[in-house]
């Protein structure tokens, strides 16, 4: 399977920030990579597909790049309803995998 | 707007089995992949299940092969996923998600709430 690797684990920003979060894949992924916001008490939201699609209603202070195996999240400026976890996943091969989380937490 | 409410989930011994359900509206349920995806307490996100538009096609992660079965009834716009020999590393809040593209494997854009499963003697 292919393993998703997050970093970092926690990310302490200040509102107004930018906010730079990794995912790394054991093997390429082609640009077959979503990212998810969760709050707690509250499902995953899809925030970007395949790479570096904005998903519907998403604000485009959130960007998406990278392929193969090397992927960014970019919050070009947190507000204070950014600070969440933040998953990434991939769509390439069976089975669907997760990474483990990067926590944005205010500072 | 999609939504999804799942129901079903419960405490339940080591070895036994539970059915869980996802009730669909808002949107036309037979023409979207649908998933199962599960969250232990405090941990993160694990794919489970997924099923076709028609229930032709099923992909499972390899810790519930052979033990959960996931299905639909699409005339009743209703995800099923029936859950035996569950284990105490089965322990989950279980969310239904809608697949986003047409195709698979695929990510997810609408999600339930969640039902929890809790797998204790």
């Known amino acids: 399977e292919i393993v998703l690797t997050q970093s970092p684990a926690t990310l302490s920003l200040s509102p107004g920030e930018r906010a730079t979060l990794s995912c790394r894949a054991s093997?390429?992924?082609?640009?077959?990579l979503a990212w998810y916001q969760q709050k707690p008490g509250q499902p995953p939201r899809l925030l970007i597909y395949?790479?570096?699609n904005r998903a519907t209603g998403i604000p485009a202070r959130f960007s998406g790049g990278g392929s193969g195996t090397d992927f960014t999240l970019t919050i070009s400026s947190l507000q204070t309803e950014d600070f969440a976890v933040y998953y990434c996943q991939q769509r390439s091969k069976w089975p669907l995998t997760f990474g483990g989380g990067t926590k944005v937490e205010i500072k | 707007e999609a939504q999804l409410v799942e129901s079903g989930g419960d405490l339940v011994q080591p070895g036994g089995s539970l059915r869980l359900s996802c009730v669909a509206s808002g949107f036309t349920f037979n023409t979207f992949w649908m998933s199962w995806v599960r969250q232990a307490p405090g941990k993160g996100l694990e794919w489970v299940a997924n099923?076709?538009?028609?229930?032709?096609?099923?992909y499972y992660v390899d810790s519930v092969k052979g033990r959960f079965t996931v299905s639909r009834d699409n005339a009743k716009n209703s995800l099923y996923l029936q859950m035996n020999s569950l284990r105490a590393e089965d322990t989950a809040v279980y969310f239904c998600?809608?697949?986003?593209?047409?195709?698979?494997?695929?990510?997810?854009?609408?999600w339930g709430q969640g039902t929890l499963v809790t797998v204790s003697s």
């Open positions: 099923i076709k538009r028609d229930g032709s096609e099923k």
């Open positions: 395949d790479a570096s």
């Open positions: 998600a809608r697949g986003f593209l047409e195709s698979a494997p695929n990510c997810f854009d609408s």
């Open positions: 093997q390429s992924v082609s640009s077959y």
